[in-house]
């Protein structure tokens, strides 16, 4: 069972946009503005899109944003692309002794 | 060009030991963070080791901690994961990542496959 819980999948269609949850503890999400977001194709390592809650790394689409509230973060997708169509995990630094946790990822669909 | 390069991978016996090693090349090695993040077939992101930019505090996920041991070395610009006692339940590919100053991992290398099994 992962730290941070995520809805196993999402779907949408090409132009649309959709909205993936995190859900943590006031020892993660709720303690820190370190929430991070990544992006995996299958067989791909993880690609950094949104770091401390809000923040677009150099080179990623202002399609993807992100957002907290109190103890759940938000990452949302606008525009849909056929290329949008990955796993999607949330992260977050964490008091409970361990330096970061992952939620379990979300499967994101472009239909 | 900046990248981290993972090596050391393979299939192993339980009760046994394997060594992966992470190449660091086209930035400044020591002035990061660095971390390991494995991912089992098929399931999620789990993160596992941080150490600091001098190598001297070193942390470990529960599950891994007085098995595993972190090292870095900067002169060499590589990243260090000793594993002991592996277990079946370590199988996962084994990712190098760079922390971007408590903000996230903001360069992973391409992964490296350790399988445990008899």
């Known amino acids: 069972q992962s730290a941070l819980t995520q809805p196993a999948s999402v779907s949408g269609s090409p132009g649309q946009s959709i909205t993936i949850s995190c859900a943590g503890t006031n020892s993660d999400i709720g303690a820190y503005d370190f929430v991070s977001w990544y992006q995996q194709h299958p067989g791909k390592a993880p690609k950094l899109i949104i770091y401390d809650v809000t923040n677009r790394p150099s080179g990623v689409s202002s399609r993807f944003s992100g957002s907290k509230s109190g103890n759940t973060a938000s990452l949302t997708i606008s525009g849909l692309q056929v290329d949008d169509e990955a796993d999607y995990y949330c992260?977050?630094?964490?008091?409970?002794?361990?330096?970061?946790?992952f939620g379990g990822g979300t499967r994101l669909a472009v239909l | 060009e900046v990248q981290l390069v993972e090596s050391g991978g393979g299939v192993v016996q339980p009760g046994g030991s394997l060594r992966l090693s992470c190449a660091a090349s086209?930035?400044?090695?020591?002035?990061?963070?660095m971390n390991w993040v494995r991912q089992a077939p098929g399931k999620g992101l789990e993160w596992i080791s941080y150490?600091?930019?001098?190598?001297?505090?070193?942390d470990y996920v529960d599950s891994v901690k007085g098995r595993f041991t972190t090292s870095r070395d900067n002169a060499e610009k590589s990243l260090s994961l000793q594993m002991n006692s592996l277990r079946a339940e370590d199988t996962a590919v084994y990712y190098c990542?760079?922390?971007?100053?408590?903000?996230?991992?903001?360069?992973w290398g391409q992964g490296t496959l350790v399988t445990v099994s008899s």
């Open positions: 992260s977050s630094h964490t008091s409970r002794g361990l330096h970061w946790v």
């Open positions: 086209g930035f400044t090695f020591s002035s990061y963070e």
């Open positions: 990542a760079r922390e971007l100053f408590t903000s996230g991992f903001d360069l």
């Open positions: 150490i600091d930019r001098p190598g001297n505090n070193v």
